[in-house]
């Protein structure tokens, strides 16, 4: 599939809001890409397709990923929002045909973060944080990092930091994967 065979099919897929955010997602990225010296096809597609699995509700991703034989913990059940990404990441091969490992990837791991994540995992995440459509609290400080720093590694981890803190305001649960991602990276900067 092309990607403007993709771009149409998205369209079709999800409502008009969601298809803006992908397209706005897909935009920064490539922004990212070129200043991060990151291949901006992959950041371009894997941006485009990251909330491919958006088309479902909420309340039908828990089935959606039992269908596709994806294992899931207690953070998810409570927050089945999460698993859009796992489905997304098996949705770009069954339905756009991407067979690129390093997209699927970064369509995994766009919602939590990961421990050693790639430099086109961190671009897709924080893109998705800071696409023009976003508006909360706070986004602007991380729209002036991303324009300010040329460490990605200190721009993901004020990321991370951040979307840690959003959840706990929200009491809500935070994914084991996104303290794990953080403390890689620290360990790392500090070592």
Do not use: W
């Amino acid at each position: 599939m092309t990607v403007d065979e993709m771009r149409r099919e998205l369209q079709r897929r999800l409502n008009k809001n969601r298809f803006a955010h992908s397209i706005g997602v897909a935009n920064t990225a490539v922004k990212l890409a070129k200043k991060f010296g990151v291949d901006e096809d992959k950041a371009y597609i894997a941006g485009l397709l990251h909330d491919c699995a958006r088309e479902f509700e909420d309340n039908d991703l828990p089935a959606q990923a039992i269908k596709r034989g994806i294992k899931f913990g207690e953070v998810e059940k409570n927050s089945p929002l999460l698993l859009h990404a796992y489905i997304g990441a098996q949705m770009v091969t069954e339905i756009y045909g991407v067979d690129d490992k390093e997209i699927i990837q970064a369509i995994y791991r766009h919602t939590v973060g990961a421990r050693n994540m790639t430099a086109l995992d961190k671009i897709i995440y924080f893109a998705d944080m800071i696409e023009p459509h976003r508006n909360y609290p706070g986004v602007d400080k991380l729209r002036e990092l991303a324009e300010t720093s040329d460490n990605l590694d200190e721009i993901i981890l004020t990321a991370l930091s951040e979307s840690i803190i959003f959840v706990v305001q929200k009491n809500a649960l935070v994914h084991p994967a996104t303290i794990d991602a953080r403390n890689y990276l620290l360990l790392g900067i500090k070592s």
